[in-house]
């Protein structure tokens, strides 16, 4: 299996960082807790996004696209990066903004995500929460290139075959992580919603035969439609790689601690958001990893691991979510 063999452009900080929690692992008890900080990708304030978009963007530039189109929620973390890479590499940048949060903070709609995707330059289509963001992709797709533009579309999250190598990629650079640093990494778990990240990640890791599983906190309260999504994107990014795919049981998807619905904060994620500022000065944040975090909490509490288990957290980014949130923290 060659990476190598797949355009891709240089937009991320790597390897990240391997880091053990050493005050909250201590806190909980067991099992042994390191974090992998893909918050610390670096562009324009980092996160995930940025390693599915080296390959999105190489594929953009093959394509001889002048401007890209993504869609996400107002505070989107994959759109943020999106603009960010965009800018970077020249590119006009459209993002379709659904207010599909019923969040009512007024810094919602003005700081956070939003604030730095005005800065990046790019252009904002805010649409209503039922609004058909693909549909309204393609309308404006169709409405460049009448214009002569050569758009390049990226679906929600980045979540596709193509974007789902940049986790491909994690999976083999935690491996080497670990193998250099004689750890044996038993479970690796993180905040899972448009399924790319957890697809490429199962489907490195199968490529290398690991035995690290996989296991995604659910933060959309819909596991099941995530699940298949997650099987789907792993198999066809497989199969890119001329892998069979991965067995269905790879797949794991955590429920319980999504709240409500995406973007609504729970008291659990909280509660997690403040203690891994407070023991390890690790800024979560409150829509992807503090309820991935209180995921791992949760399941710890539930004597879901054995106490000589290595758990790694992986910290998919968000921070500047928080600042959206604002009253959910004061005091
Ligand atoms: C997008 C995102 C995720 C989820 O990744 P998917 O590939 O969409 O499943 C997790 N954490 C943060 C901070 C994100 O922005």
């Known amino acids: 299996m060659q990476l190598a063999r797949f355009p891709r452009l240089t937009l991320a900080h790597l390897p990240t960082p391997l880091e053990p929690m050493e005050r909250l692992t201590a806190h909980l008890g067991e099992p042994r807790l390191l974090v992998k900080r893909d918050d610390c990708t670096g562009l324009a304030l980092g996160g995930n996004k940025t390693r599915k978009l080296e390959f999105l963007m190489a594929e953009?530039?093959?394509q001889g696209a002048d401007c890209i189109i993504t869609t996400g929620g107002v505070q989107s973390n994959h759109v943020r990066q999106t603009a960010a890479a965009a800018a970077r590499l020249g590119f006009d940048c459209h993002l379709v903004l659904?207010?599909?949060?019923?969040?009512?903070?007024?810094?919602?709609?003005a700081t956070g995500n939003v604030q730095l995707d005005r800065l990046l330059g790019a252009e904002l289509h805010l649409v209503a929460g039922d609004t058909d963001r693909n549909a309204a992709m393609a309308a404006l797709a169709d409405e460049l290139s009448a214009a002569g533009r050569k758009p390049y579309v990226i679906p929600s999250g980045g979540s596709n075959a193509v974007g789902a190598l940049g986790y491909v990629g994690c999976a083999l650079e935690l491996e080497e992580q670990a193998n250099r640093q004689g750890l044996v990494i038993d479970y690796l778990m993180h905040a899972t919603g448009s399924a790319g990240t957890q697809a490429g990640l199962i489907a490195g890791f199968h490529a290398v035969n690991s035995r690290t599983r996989v296991l995604g906190i659910d933060i959309d309260a819909e596991p099941e439609a995530v699940a298949s999504k997650i099987r789907h994107i792993a198999g066809k990014t497989a199969a890119s790689?001329?892998?069979?795919?991965?067995?269905?049981?790879?797949?794991?998807v955590e429920s319980g601690y999504a709240g409500a619905a995406y973007g609504l904060p729970t008291p659990e994620m909280a509660e997690a958001v403040r203690l891994a500022a407070r023991l390890e000065g690790l800024v979560l944040d409150p829509v992807y990893t503090g309820k991935a975090m209180a995921g791992l909490i949760g399941l710890v509490r539930q004597g879901r691991f054995k106490s000589t288990d290595t758990v790694v957290f992986l910290h998919t980014g968000g921070a500047p979510g928080l600042f959206a949130y604002r009253s959910v923290f004061e005091g």
Do not use: F, H, K, S
Request: aromatic fraction near 8%; hydrophobic fraction near 35%.
């Open 241 to 252: 790689m001329d892998l069979a795919p991965p067995d269905d049981a790879a797949t794991v």
């Open 98 to 109: 659904g207010r599909t949060v019923p969040w009512n903070d007024p810094d919602y709609e």
């Open 60 to 62: 953009a530039q093959a």
